[in-house]
């Protein structure tokens, strides 16, 4: 089955690490996303990709990086830098332009929290 | 500033009745505007798709109408059932750079 895997489902984190969350797909979509959700918010845009090795800040990208090395994989590493990580993460793919027929197709997400 | 509104607070409707979810927007010029559907600690999962030339759409009970006058989009749900109580999002394109900006959504409870 096609689709989208984000793991870990939980992460904790401590205070002044590092961590990443990865996200793959198998859809062969050319753009990935990354969004944050916080309770009773709406989706917030980190990072985005449109194609292999390219990748553009979003509108909270301060304290987070992506690579986007492979088409399938688009990995966010929340650094020590994000002073509020605590979030329901969320990754998404679309095929170019397909966002306009088709929607985006959401992983399931990974709840961070720092402890 | 560019906004996407809904309602923040809970739909609380009875079985079978009609649910209508208003989604607002200011300062954008969208091609078109999607609704999603969330669940409890689950990711979005995209419903429908209305474009900025169609005043209507539907796909089984839901019904997806835009006005781009009035800057608004409703979302119907007929027939409800208990089992359509989630979190209803509405997104819309913020430029041609195909990158969906999100509205906060609202919840909706259908009663049995």
């Given amino acids: 089955d096609g ?37 009773g918010q709406g989706l917030r845009l980190i990072y985005y990709s449109q194609i292999v090795n390219d990748f553009q800040k979003g509108d909270i990208a301060e304290g987070y990086s992506v690579s986007r090395e492979k088409k399938e994989s688009f990995p966010l590493t929340v650094t020590s830098a994000q002073k509020n990580p605590t979030a329901f993460y969320l990754c998404a793919s679309s095929s170019r332009g397909g966002s306009a027929n088709y929607g985006y197709t959401f992983g399931s997400g990974t709840r961070l929290t720092v402890v | 500033s560019q906004k996407i509104e809904q309602n923040s607070e809970a739909l609380n409707i009875q079985e079978g009745k009609t649910a209508t979810l208003t989604c607002n927007y200011t300062n954008y010029s969208p091609a ?33 109408t835009f006005d781009t006058t009035l800057k608004q989009s409703l979302f119907h749900i007929t027939a409800s059932q208990p089992a359509d109580s989630a979190t209803y999002l509405c997104a819309l394109e913020a430029d041609s750079s195909y990158k969906l900006i999100f509205g906060s959504g609202t919840r909706l409870l259908v009663r049995p």
């Fill in chain 1, 3 to 39: 689709g989208i895997t984000q793991s870990p489902k939980y992460l904790f984190r401590k205070e002044g690490q590092n961590v990443t969350l990865s996200c793959e797909q198998n859809l062969n979509h050319d753009a990935m996303y990354w969004y944050r959700q916080d309770p």
């Fill in chain 2, 32 to 64: 078109y505007l999607q609704w999603y559907r969330q669940d409890p600690g689950r990711g979005p999962v995209f419903l429908l798709l209305i474009r900025e030339n169609e005043k209507e759409k539907r796909k089984e009970r839901l019904k997806v």
